[in-house]
């Protein structure tokens, strides 16, 4: 009875974590990305298909439209309701998960919860302009950022806390090198056109995670790729670097009941192997194998934490 209720309901909240962060970290993938097009000569832009690859759904966009052109990805990604990776479907998510599980939370944070899906659900819907759906966008990013903060400061610390939190560090280490996915063709490649630009394009990464001002602060005033990458990567006092969320993970798993470790062990493996790669030496395609490896290794996590936790008969 009641271990049941209380897996189904650790299981709705986990994933209300992933959810709110996924739609957030797409939400901050858009805008970066149209600020990049605007800063880089056309020749050098990226242009809107990286988002598309990045989200893992190039064949089901490709079944939807002709071109990938900045309009059409992004309705795709923000509210198109035929892209169940949508932000707008990853808000309907996060309400529902939300919802499911409304008992054990402050009743302000499911009232905000159900109140920025419905904002977002009336905004986002149609073909936005360029400037309204920026606004809409870092509009919805605060929103999510004011649930978290309200949890945050409201929420007893208890197994639902600690799993939401669970799903939203997988998520947004997962967010995290998506962004640096998106750019890591670009960024490193071995073309010389890009040189005088490469530190407009790293400066957008950073900015994308809200982390410039922290890089400039801790690292250095210059921004450089690989410096870039290793703060991102590796910094253990950065909230969105991939080390930091990690951590978080790892602490959070050697605290929840059950004596099965492999989510722990998996964790912590993956800690070690970000730790020991040689960041100056990853350039272009071995950027982009290392990084697709981590988004694996991150998968199987939560495909343990699933085992462990959730999965019923």
Same mark, same amino acid.
């Given at each position: ?155 007893? +610390? ?6 939401? *939190?669970? /799903?939203?560090?997988? =998520?947004? $280490?997962?967010?995290?090198? &998506? %962004? ?102 990853? +350039? ?6 290392? *990084?697709? /490896?981590?988004?694996? =290794?991150? $998968?199987?996590?939560?495909? &343990? %934490? ?8």
């Amino acid at each position: 009875g009641e271990g049941l209720m209380l897996s189904r309901l650790a299981e709705e909240l986990y994933w209300h974590g992933r959810y709110l962060e996924r739609a957030e970290g797409l939400a901050r993938l858009v805008n970066v990305n149209a600020h990049l097009n605007l800063d880089l000569p056309s020749g050098i832009a990226p242009g809107w298909e990286p988002l598309v690859r990045i989200t893992g759904n190039s064949e089901h966009f490709r079944e939807l439209f002709d071109e990938a052109s900045e309009r059409n990805v992004a309705r795709y990604l923000i509210g198109d309701d035929r892209n169940p990776g949508s932000i707008r479907s990853s808000l309907e998510y996060a309400r529902g998960n939300m919802r499911a599980a409304r008992d054990l939370l402050p009743r302000e944070v499911w009232e905000r919860m159900n109140a920025l899906y419905l904002d977002c659900d009336e905004s986002m819907s149609g073909t936005l302009s360029k400037r309204k759906r920026h606004d809409v966008l870092n509009g919805m990013i605060l929103g999510c950022q004011q649930i978290t903060g309200m949890l945050d400061a409201t929420m007893s +610390r208890d197994f639902a806390y600690d799993f939401m *939190l669970l /799903g939203r560090f997988l =998520e947004r $280490a997962d967010t995290t090198t &998506r %962004i640096l996915d998106v750019r890591a063709d670009d960024l490193l490649g071995e073309t010389d056109a890009l040189a005088p630009f490469e530190s407009i394009q790293w400066m957008s990464v950073l900015k994308s995670l809200t982390a410039y001002q922290m890089y400039r602060r801790h690292v250095r005033t210059r921004v450089l790729g690989t410096d870039v990458l290793k703060f991102l990567m590796r910094d253990r006092q950065l909230p969105r670097s991939v080390m930091f969320c990690l951590d978080a993970l790892a602490v959070l798993l050697e605290d929840l009941p059950g004596d099965d470790d492999t989510a722990l062990r998996a964790t912590v493996s993956l800690m070690r192997r970000v730790d020991g790669t040689r960041m100056a030496k990853l +350039r272009g395609e071995p950027l982009s194998e290392f *990084l697709d /490896g981590l988004q694996v =290794e991150l $998968a199987a996590i939560a495909q &343990r %934490i699933a085992q462990t936790w959730f999965l019923r008969d």
